[in-house]
């Protein structure tokens, strides 16, 4: 059996609704999910492109460069826009003659329109658009009146620049400004911007002219609808590679094999290859270089993509050597002073009723109480078990995604179902280890774990990075939600009931295995950074997020490494290591004075267990003695104990 996604189609009811208002269809996560009503400027971003539902459909390309604390920019590729019969274009048309609409047609496929009126004429503008698509396919339709159709791609003006001056038109060059080119079909230029674009007519127009301001064409009155696919490809490419991505599927859908974790990409032709994917492309594979990587294409109908495996991808429980009697009593002594914290309902005061933290505070219980005494491991159990009970029990409905539901959090964090995807995470990985370690049913129904199994594929991106925020209205992947993705899929490939694995494992270990290969290719840090200092803290909107100051940036791949299942590789190829040393870590909460003493505690297992410990253990006589208040907003209690357990089986 296979299992596919990306493919389920939404109803589309017929609404009526005043000229201006925007019509929306659903709200699927997706790389769109900024294309929305509530948005003041409304911005669908695919990879290569940003299509913007404004006035026209304008189209921004992203394009591979360092500027200003980011990795990539946004520079002005073109509007499409219509004229009405007496040259009026329809942009300039009043707010009453002009009216804005999107349809999702699956969780990757979106539709956006204008449609314009004006005195017994009206035509609609639309330009459908799919996930790591380098094409945006345009159509124009006229609705009423029989005058021909007029079209432009212009507006460079408003971008103060001019459009590019050497073209190719049906594979013979052509400099503007230049007389009008009578029924061309393929255009194709480099942009000093820094991208190519090229053009495909369907019919061709009867003719057209390239001006500074852009293109524009017109049709023989016969002509009610028409076509144009825009391809926006980031560098200088040249026409084979152009033509190839022009032509490649019109859609690639993405499977994930339940025998083994491998993903498929299947398409009648080419397949575009997401660049998560791309490095496991041939060679040869024709490609272009995105802000996020390289896209490729590689031959179809099939392709199947070995995933490497990840290191942690098969550990659940920790391997602990025997601590020293010293270390020993202190693990107790602050596993006492944790459980004496557990209120009667299950949760601590110091998790701020987060489950993100919660989860963490139970998954750091599980794994070091074979180092504790007897009678302290069955209290630290039963304290286990009703914080487990009490997370199951209490999910609710996320505010914006009333049909999901998403563990106790913040209020802020429910009303969007931000972070959900490393929340959930954190309570997944705390089941699982409880389940592991005293050879015990996970205390959650299977039911409900199979549920979340469905809602957390909805909220991963086709790259495999799970999403910060699936939208309406606003759209973010951060490394924290990269890895939570991993986190989330590696736990429920390892959960099992009466001794049998989840009829999800296959899929889950597919799962997990993208999740982690598309963390390490769009979080990693690159050379074409430009960047001493670059820690890739997310994706927003097309471009890079980079050296942000805050130390979360990087602490979000340290976090997590009290898990053995995620281990930080020794080479930096996040950039972490280099950070690290640059603050220094030691002293977070030392002479910069924070007092999320947890940082200090993360940060050591992740270098201790990358082959520093020696460097940790020198320095953390000092650091844990450090001054902590209990009932604070810190993870610091938890995260000491699991240091203190690594500390001890690190080399």
Same mark, same amino acid.
Request: proline fraction near 9%; charge should be neutral; glycine fraction near 8%.
């Given at each position: 059996?296979?299992?596919?996604?990306?493919?389920?189609?939404? &109803?589309?009811?017929?609404?009526?609704?005043?000229?201006?208002?925007?019509?929306?269809?659903?709200?699927?996560?997706?790389?769109?999910?900024?294309?929305?009503?509530?948005?003041?400027?409304?911005?669908?971003?695919?990879?290569?492109?940003?299509?913007?539902?404004?006035?026209?459909?304008?189209?921004?390309?992203?394009? !591979?460069?360092?500027?200003?604390?980011?990795?990539?920019?946004?520079?002005?590729?073109?509007?499409?826009?219509?004229?009405?019969?007496?040259? *009026?274009?329809?942009?300039?048309?009043?707010?009453?003659?002009?009216?804005?609409?999107?349809?999702?047609?699956?969780?990757?496929?979106?539709?956006?329109?204008?449609?314009?009126?004006?005195?017994?004429?009206?035509?609609?503008?639309?330009?459908?658009?799919?996930?790591?698509?380098?094409?945006?396919?345009?159509?124009?339709?006229?609705?009423?009146? &029989?005058?021909?159709?007029?079209?432009?791609?212009?507006?460079?003006?408003?971008?103060?620049?001019?459009?590019?001056?050497?073209?190719?038109?049906?594979?013979?060059?052509?400099?503007?400004?230049?007389?009008?080119?009578? &029924?061309?079909?393929?255009?194709?230029?480099?942009?000093?911007?820094?991208?190519?674009?090229?053009?495909?007519?369907?019919?061709? !127009?009867?003719?057209?002219?390239?001006?500074?301001?852009?293109?524009?064409?017109?049709?023989?009155?016969?002509?009610?609808?028409?076509?144009?696919?825009?391809?926006?490809?980031?560098?200088?490419?040249?026409?084979?590679?152009?033509?190839?991505?022009?032509?490649?599927?019109?859609?690639?859908?993405?499977?994930?094999?339940?025998?083994?974790?491998?993903?498929?990409?299947?398409?009648? %032709?080419?397949?575009?290859?997401?660049?998560?994917?791309?490095?496991?492309?041939?060679?040869?594979? !024709?490609?272009?270089?995105?802000?996020?990587?390289?896209?490729?294409?590689?031959?179809?109908?099939?392709?199947?993509?070995?995933?490497?495996?990840?290191?942690?991808? #098969?550990?659940? +429980?920790?391997?602990?050597?025997?601590?020293?009697?010293?270390?020993?009593?202190?693990?107790?002594?602050?596993?006492?002073?944790?459980?004496?914290?557990?209120?009667?309902?299950?949760?601590?005061?110091?998790?701020?009723?987060?489950?993100?933290?919660?989860?963490?505070?139970?998954?750091?219980?599980?794994?070091?109480?074979?180092?504790?005494?007897?009678?302290?491991?069955?209290?630290?159990?039963?304290?286990?078990?009703?914080?487990?009970?009490?997370?199951?029990?209490?999910?609710?409905?996320?505010?914006?995604?009333?049909?999901?539901?998403?563990?106790?959090?913040?209020? #802020?964090?429910? #009303?969007? %179902?931000?972070?959900?995807?490393?929340?959930?995470?954190?309570?997944?990985?705390?089941?699982?280890?409880?389940?592991?370690?005293?050879?015990?049913?996970?205390?959650?129904?299977?039911?409900?774990?199979?549920?979340?199994?469905?809602?957390?594929?909805?909220?991963?991106?086709?790259?495999?990075?799970?999403?910060?925020?699936?939208?309406?209205?606003?759209?973010?992947?951060?490394?924290?939600?990269?890895?939570?993705?991993? +986190?989330?899929?590696?736990?429920?490939?390892?959960?099992?009931?009466?001794?049998?694995?989840?009829?999800?494992?296959?899929?889950?270990?597919?799962?997990?295995?993208?999740?982690?290969?598309?963390?390490?290719?769009?979080?990693?840090?690159?050379?074409?950074?430009?960047?001493?200092?670059?820690?890739?803290?997310?994706?927003?909107?097309?471009?890079?997020?980079?050296?942000?100051?805050?130390?979360?940036?990087?602490?979000?791949?340290?976090?997590? *490494?009290?898990?053995?299942?995620?281990?930080?590789?020794?080479?930096?190829?996040?950039?972490?290591?280099?950070?690290?040393?640059?603050?220094?870590?030691?002293?977070?909460?030392?002479? +910069?004075?924070?007092?999320?003493?947890?940082?200090?505690?993360?940060?050591?297992?992740?270098?201790?267990?990358?082959?520093?410990?020696?460097?940790?253990?020198?320095?953390?006589?000092?650091?844990?003695?450090?001054?902590?208040?209990?009932?604070?907003?810190?993870?610091?209690?938890?995260?000491?104990?699991? &240091?203190?357990?690594?500390?001890?089986?690190?080399?």
């Amino acid at each position: 059996m296979r299992l596919l996604v990306m493919i389920t189609a939404l &109803a589309l009811p017929a609404v009526a609704q005043p000229p201006l208002a925007l019509v929306q269809t659903g709200n699927p996560p997706g790389r769109f999910a900024p294309l929305d009503a509530g948005q003041a400027e409304r911005i669908a971003v695919n990879g290569t492109y940003s299509l913007h539902l404004e006035k026209v459909l304008k189209v921004q390309a992203l394009v !591979p460069v360092a500027r200003a604390g980011r990795f990539g920019a946004s520079v002005y590729a073109g509007a499409l826009a219509v004229a009405a019969p007496d040259g *009026t274009w329809g942009h300039a048309l009043p707010v009453d003659r002009r009216r804005a609409e999107v349809r999702w047609l699956d969780a990757d496929l979106c539709r956006a329109g204008l449609t314009h009126v004006k005195a017994g004429w009206s035509v609609q503008t639309s330009a459908e658009l799919s996930t790591d698509d380098p094409r945006i396919r345009f159509e124009i339709d006229r609705l009423a009146g &029989a005058e021909p159709l007029n079209a432009a791609l212009l507006g460079y003006s408003w971008a103060e620049r001019a459009a590019p001056r050497l073209w190719q038109v049906d594979g013979r060059p052509l400099t503007r400004p230049a007389a009008a080119v009578a &029924a061309p079909r393929l255009l194709m230029a480099y942009d000093e911007a820094g991208f190519t674009q090229v053009l495909s007519f369907t019919p061709a !127009p009867a003719e057209l002219r390239i001006e500074d301001d852009g293109l524009s064409w017109s049709y023989g009155a016969s002509v009610a609808h028409a076509a144009l696919v825009y391809a926006v490809l980031p560098g200088r490419v040249d026409a084979a590679t152009a033509q190839a991505f022009l032509a490649a599927a019109p859609r690639t859908h993405l499977l994930f094999a339940d025998d083994r974790p491998d993903v498929e990409l299947r398409g009648a %032709g080419q397949l575009l290859v997401p660049p998560s994917l791309a490095p496991l492309a041939p060679a040869t594979a !024709p490609r272009v270089a995105c802000v996020t990587g390289d896209l490729a294409l590689v031959d179809g109908p099939v392709w199947r993509a070995g995933l490497p495996s990840p290191p942690g991808l #098969g550990r659940v +429980l920790p391997e602990w050597r025997p601590l020293s009697a010293e270390a020993a009593a202190h693990l107790a002594r602050q596993t006492e002073a944790v459980l004496s914290r557990q209120r009667p309902d299950g949760t601590f005061p110091f998790n701020d009723g987060r489950c993100f933290h919660e989860g963490t505070t139970l998954a750091v219980l599980c794994e070091v109480a074979p180092l504790l005494p007897d009678a302290l491991q069955t209290r630290l159990r039963e304290a286990v078990e009703r914080g487990l009970r009490y997370q199951w029990g209490h999910f609710v409905p996320i505010g914006q995604r009333p049909w999901d539901l998403m563990p106790p959090e913040q209020p #802020g964090f429910v #009303g969007a %179902g931000i972070d959900y995807p490393e929340i959930l995470a954190c309570l997944l990985q705390a089941t699982l280890l409880h389940s592991r370690r005293w050879d015990v049913d996970p205390l959650v129904p299977q039911g409900v774990l199979a549920a979340q199994v469905r809602q957390l594929a909805a909220y991963m991106d086709r790259s495999g990075i799970a999403l910060a925020n699936p939208g309406p209205t606003f759209h973010h992947l951060i490394a924290e939600s990269a890895i939570g993705g991993y +986190l989330a899929w590696q736990a429920l490939a390892h959960l099992s009931y009466g001794g049998q694995p989840a009829p999800w494992r296959g899929e889950a270990l597919s799962r997990a295995a993208y999740a982690e290969q598309a963390w390490r290719t769009l979080f990693g840090c690159r050379t074409v950074f430009d960047s001493p200092n670059a820690v890739v803290n997310g994706i927003e909107r097309g471009t890079i997020e980079l050296s942000r100051a805050e130390p979360w940036v990087y602490v979000q791949s340290t976090w997590f *490494t009290h898990l053995p299942c995620l281990e930080l590789p020794r080479a930096d190829l996040f950039g972490v290591w280099r950070e690290l040393a640059r603050q220094p870590w030691q002293e977070w909460t030392g002479k +910069l004075g924070s007092t999320q003493r947890a940082y200090d505690a993360a940060n050591a297992i992740a270098l201790a267990r990358a082959g520093r410990g020696d460097e940790v253990r020198r320095l953390w006589p000092a650091i844990v003695t450090r001054p902590y208040v209990w009932d604070t907003f810190d993870q610091a209690p938890l995260l000491e104990l699991a &240091a203190t357990a690594w500390l001890a089986a690190t080399p």
